[in-house]
């Protein structure tokens, strides 16, 4: 692992865009093994002793449906469908929630799960439905979110209502359901009104008094669930909040430097280090929404120096990903990094590199002149005259899409994202 100044670390900051690499799921593979994405690694090796989570197998199915963009669903769809089906064993139909912590053996631990995975677990499957090429697949999502919807509305943690949104908000563009377009409707008021209320001074405008951890999940939510809502004020209060962290994690030579993993208390000192690959990554999905909503080309710029950050254009100048493998690294030090290499840090590497690499397709295929857009990521198209939402009068049937997947999925054909290419 190289060391600050190292041979081998990437270029600075200033040295144009970093490398785009192809996609590799060798780690991803090795920390799946025959089961389910291990939480923790000891360097590359998986580490069973502390099974999987919710969190991440939600996260990995999310990549899954992301990959298979690019490689074709067949590359995927095992892989996929062990996911779905770990959600599917995780809700516990009784109290109307998923389970979190399952031990290599396949048994639950009990306890309380993180309404954080329960957030989690509703935004892939809001991903399933909207992205998912094969048509039961759709339908055993759209079934577990359906079940689920009542008890995750009743989050209160900001960043699981954030995720819980964004599911719906993914969900209702192909099965806007009321019961889907009332949950959304009211986590948007929620997640606002606390924006609001609490982020009102413009030195601070923050809802929380500590800067904590995947922060621009937040104001990614209020951008896009504003523009599904038609909502301006939802969308300046995104852009306002999302604005101050890109400013405040701007290192002085230009690159992403973001909070550390000690957090920052407002009028406290701020963490610089053990820095995370998940704070890069979510900042990352929350300019894209932004220029999605706005068309203005620094949060492209606020893209780019996320993704960057991935490959050493950071406060150390070491890679925090190895993309030879698909590998993330569990966090950047002083001098150092970590060689850990845990399901959250690969999976936030992967998540990254495929947005990063639908943003420059679409940025060229603006530059060529092409008068149609290019779809950057799931429901984020890219040019700021893009239809308006749809409405139920128009938007297709859980069962429409299911039978167009299965169609499709029964096609044997490679299967590409939906857009106008």
Request: aromatic content about 8%; overall charge negative.
């Amino acid at each position: 692992m190289p060391e600050a100044g190292s041979p081998g670390t990437v270029e600075g900051p200033r040295s144009g865009p970093a490398l785009l690499f192809p996609v590799n799921r060798e780690h991803l593979d090795l920390l799946t093994g025959e089961s389910w994405i291990m939480q923790h690694a000891i360097g590359s090796r998986p580490d069973p002793a502390h099974g999987s989570c919710t969190d991440d197998v939600a996260r990995a199915l999310e990549v899954d449906l992301l990959h298979g963009r690019t490689l074709g669903w067949a590359a995927v769809s095992e892989r996929a469908w062990r996911n779905v089906r770990f959600l599917r064993d995780a809700f516990d139909p009784e109290v109307g929630t998923f389970r979190n912590f399952r031990r290599a053996d396949g048994s639950w631990i009990d306890g309380t799960p993180s309404e954080d995975s329960q957030g989690r677990a509703m935004l892939a499957l809001g991903t399933v439905i909207a992205t998912s090429p094969d048509g039961r697949m759709v339908a055993l999502a759209a079934s577990l979110f359906t079940d689920a919807l009542p008890e995750a509305v009743r989050v209160t943690a900001l960043r699981a209502q954030a995720s819980v949104l964004l599911g719906c908000d993914a969900a209702i563009r192909v099965d806007p359901t009321d019961a889907t377009d009332r949950a959304y409707r009211m986590l948007a008021r929620r997640l606002h009104s606390t924006f609001t209320s609490f982020a009102t001074d413009d030195a601070w405008p923050w809802p929380e008094p500590i800067l904590t951890y995947e922060n621009g999940l937040l104001p990614r939510a209020l951008i896009v669930g504003g523009r599904w809502l038609a909502s301006t004020a939802m969308i300046e209060t995104g852009r306002r909040s999302l604005d101050w962290l890109i400013d405040i994690q701007t290192g002085d030579e230009g690159g992403f430097s973001p909070v550390g993993n000690g957090w920052w208390p407002r009028d406290g000192e701020r963490s610089r280090f053990d820095q995370q690959p998940i704070e890069a990554t979510a900042l990352l999905l929350a300019a894209e929404a932004a220029f999605a909503e706005s068309g203005d080309e620094r949060y492209l710029e606020a893209m780019e120096r996320c993704y960057g950050w991935f490959l050493g254009r950071n406060d150390v100048g070491v890679p925090v990903a190895d993309p030879a493998r698909g590998a993330g690294f569990d966090g950047l030090e002083p001098d150092w990094v970590n060689e850990n290499q845990g399901a959250e840090s690969t999976l936030m590497w992967l998540v990254a590199l495929e947005h990063i690499r639908w943003a420059r397709a679409a940025a060229a295929t603006r530059v060529a002149g092409v008068a149609h857009p290019v779809t950057v990521g799931p429901g984020e198209p890219p040019d700021t005259d893009w239809p308006a939402p749809r409405t139920t009068s128009v938007a297709g049937s859980i069962r429409q899409r299911s039978a167009a997947s299965m169609a499709r999925s029964n096609a044997h054909t490679p299967w590409h994202p939906t857009s106008t290419r």
